[in-house]
C-alpha cells in the first residue's frame, strides 16, 4: 500500500442523494482520524444542496452535467490546479472514471474490478481488495479500510443545522398529531409504489393511528401527479409539501414520528437521523440498498420471493414493487406502532 498521506482528499461521488447519505460517515471517520486533513467533494448541484456547509466537507467543485462536455473540461481544470494526496472514487460510472483519470492525481482509490462497473478499474491506480457485493455503506468503509482509517462509529452529521432550527419549529408547530413523511415517487419509474396505494395507507394513518400523512418529494409533474391521485382517493386530509428542497426534507423526516418510501434518497436520510422508516424494497435487494443496520424489522422485501435466499444481489427488478400489498404496509404500521412509536 501506497503511503497513507492524507493531507488533501478529494472525494467522487457526484449523483444520487442515497450514495451522498453514504458517504458522510467515510468524511466524518477521515476528519475523525486527520482533524486537519482538506477534503474536496465532486458533486452535482442536487446532492450538494444536501451537503453543503456540512463541518467535515471543505470544498465542493459542482459537476453540472447540463453542461455536457463542458462540465467535464470545468471539473477536470479545477482538480488539476489543486494537489491531493488521494483521489477516492465511490462512482462506478464512466463519468466519474473520466475525472478521475484526468484529475492529475497520482493515487487514485478505486473498486475492484469485478464491482467496477464500466471498466473503472482502468482509470483508477489502487483498488480496494476484491470482495463479493455488500451494502453499501459497508463497501464505502472498505476504502477507509485502505487507507488505514477506523470506520466506526458511523457518523452522518445530517442535520438540521441550527439555523434550521426556526424553520422545522414553525412547520411542526402545524399539527397537533404526530406526522408521517411518505415520499409519493422517485426518479425511477421500477422504484415507485402505486398513489392509489399510498392514498390507502394515508387514510389508515389518519384513522387507526392519528397520524398526520405529509406527502413529500419533489416537484415533478409525476410527482404532483401522484399526489392528486393520493388526495382524490384518501378520507384522510395529507398535507403536502412537494420542491421543499433537501435541507428543508431534512428537518421535516427528523421532525416525523415514520418515514414511508421506496429505495431512494428520503429513505437514507430517515437511517442518518435515526428515524423509523417503512422501506418499500421491490426493485432491488434491501441487504444492498436497504435501510442499513436500523429498522430491519420495518423492511417490506418483493425484491427476493419468499424463502428465498443467496448472495446479495445488484440487479434490479422492473416489476417488484407491484408485489408490495397494502397489507404488507399495515403489517409494518403495527410493528412501528409496537416498538417505536413516541420513542425516536
Not at 482509470?123 to 466506526?152: C, K, M, N, W
Amino acid at each position: 500500500m501506497s503511503e497513507n498521506k492524507l493531507d488533501r482528499i478529494c472525494i467522487i461521488m457526484m449523483s444520487a442523494i442515497g450514495d451522498t447519505v453514504h458517504v458522510l460517515p467515510v468524511i466524518n471517520a477521515i476528519k475523525r482520524q486527520h482533524p486537519s486533513s482538506h477534503i474536496t467533494w465532486v458533486l452535482q448541484p442536487g446532492p450538494a444542496t444536501l451537503v453543503r456547509e456540512h463541518p467535515a466537507v471543505d470544498e465542493i467543485i459542482i459537476f453540472d452535467r447540463t453542461k455536457g462536455v463542458r462540465a467535464f473540461r470545468e471539473v477536470i481544470s479545477q482538480l488539476r490546479a489543486r494537489r491531493f494526496d488521494v483521489l477516492i472514487n465511490l462512482q462506478v460510472y464512466l463519468k466519474a472514471g473520466i475525472i478521475t483519470a484526468l484529475s492529475g492525481t497520482q493515487r487514485r482509490l478505486g473498486f475492484d474490478r469485478a464491482r467496477a462497473r464500466d471498466a473503472n478499474w482502468l482509470f483508477t491506480s489502487e483498488r480496494i481488495p476484491a470482495r463479493g457485493i455488500r451494502h453499501v455503506q459497508d463497501q464505502y468503509f472498505e476504502f477507509l479500510e485502505q487507507l488505514g482509517i477506523e470506520p466506526e462509529p458511523a457518523e452522518w452529521g445530517l442535520g438540521p443545522w441550527e439555523h434550521e432550527r426556526q424553520w422545522q419549529k414553525e412547520f411542526a408547530s402545524q399539527f397537533e398529531r404526530p406526522i408521517a413523511a411518505i415520499v409519493v415517487a422517485t426518479s425511477k419509474v421500477d422504484r415507485d409504489w402505486p398513489p392509489e396505494k399510498l392514498a390507502e395507507v394515508c387514510t389508515i394513518l389518519d384513522e387507526k393511528y392519528g397520524v398526520q400523512p405529509v406527502l413529500v418529494g419533489g416537484d415533478s409533474a409525476k410527482e404532483r401527479e401522484a399526489v392528486s391521485t393520493i388526495l382524490r382517493l384518501t378520507r384522510s386530509k395529507p398535507h403536502v409539501i412537494l420542491g421543499s428542497g433537501l435541507r428543508k426534507l431534512v428537518s421535516i423526516i427528523d421532525a416525523s414520528a415514520l418515514v414511508i418510501a421506496p429505495d431512494t434518497g428520503p429513505l437514507h436520510m430517515s437511517v442518518a437521523l435515526n428515524r423509523p422508516v417503512i422501506a418499500l424494497m421491490g426493485s432491488s435487494d434491501a441487504r444492498r440498498t436497504g435501510p442499513w443496520r436500523r429498522f430491519h424489522d420495518l423492511v417490506i422485501d418483493a425484491f427476493h420471493k419468499p424463502g428465498e435466499t443467496g448472495p446479495i444481489s445488484g440487479k434490479r427488478l422492473s416489476d417488484g414493487m407491484e408485489r408490495i400489498s397494502v397489507a404488507d404496509v399495515a403489517e409494518k404500521l403495527e410493528i412501528w406502532n409496537e416498538r417505536y412509536r413516541g420513542k425516536s
